[in-house]
T-cell receptor
Framework: DAGITQSPRYKITETGRQVTLMCHQT?????MFWYRQDLGHGLRLIYY???????DKGEVPDGYVVSRSKTENFPLTLESATRSQTSVYFC?????????????FGPGTRLTVL | KQEVTQIPAALSVPEGENLVLNCSFT??????LQWFRQDPGKGLTSLLL?????REQTSGRLNASLDKSSGRSTLYIAASQPGDSATYLC??????????FGPGTRLSVLP
């Protein structure tokens, strides 16, 4: 199906392990984003990408790494997971960032770090 | 730093009522404002986007207004239905690439 997908949907890992969350979109949107959603903080932007090979930090980038070798994929890696990274992670995409361009969100990945 | 708040945090109403959700932001230099809906365990779905130069947008039973000078937006839902039950989030985009979300209002519409 067309759209934006995330995998896995649920993940349990241990402190110190490396974890990669995948995001794939079929619209060829230029922009892609990673957010985390936590009670008491709402959604916060981790990283975003304006195009393949162009990424930039958001509000809470520490402890995360992103790459974008292809327009359709935007993986998020936690190099050494910590308990504070337990959260729900959402990927989103947008064609452009003009006045009328909305973001389309994936279903989310619920990550638990033990 | 831009901050977005939403009032109320939760709302429960009987079916058929008209209701208003509020969103406030601290910095009026915004590019646009969006209202999203989030169902439990799901991602966000965009409902309405208001450009900084606009005052309101309408889609079906939904109407969103924007008053940049006072840092406020309201989402009006007419004739609420049980299917409207969800969390509603507003988000503002500034002239950089920063999107700031509010914490959301959890709406329950009782049959």
């Amino acid at each position: 199906d067309a759209g934006i997908t995330q995998s896995p949907r649920y993940k349990i890992t241990e402190t110190g392990r490396q974890v990669t969350l995948m995001c794939h979109q079929t619209w060829s949107h230029s922009y892609m984003f990673w957010y985390r959603q936590d009670l008491g903080h709402g959604l916060r932007l981790i990283y975003y990408s304006a195009a393949a090979d162009i990424t930039d930090k958001g509000e809470v980038p520490d402890g995360y790494v992103v790459s974008r070798s292809k327009t359709e994929n935007f993986p998020l890696t936690l190099e050494s997971a910590t308990r504070s990274q337990t959260s729900v992670y959402f990927c989103a995409s947008s064609q452009l960032l003009g006045y009328t361009d909305t973001q389309y969100f994936g279903p989310g990945t619920r990550l638990t770090v033990l | 730093k831009q901050e977005v708040t939403q009032i109320p945090a939760a709302l429960s109403v009987p079916e058929g009522e008209n209701l208003v959700l509020n969103c406030s932001f601290t910095d009026s230099a915004i590019y646009n404002l969006q209202w999203f809906r989030q169902d439990p365990g799901k991602g966000l779905t965009s409902l309405l986007l208001i450009q900084s130069s606009q005052r309101e947008q309408t889609s079906g039973r939904l109407n969103a207004s924007l008053d940049k000078s006072s840092g406020r937006s309201t989402l009006y839902i007419a004739a609420s239905q049980p299917g409207d039950s969800a969390t509603y989030l507003c988000a503002v985009k500034d002239y950089g690439q920063n999107f700031v979300f509010g914490p959301g209002t959890r709406l329950s519409v009782l049959p």
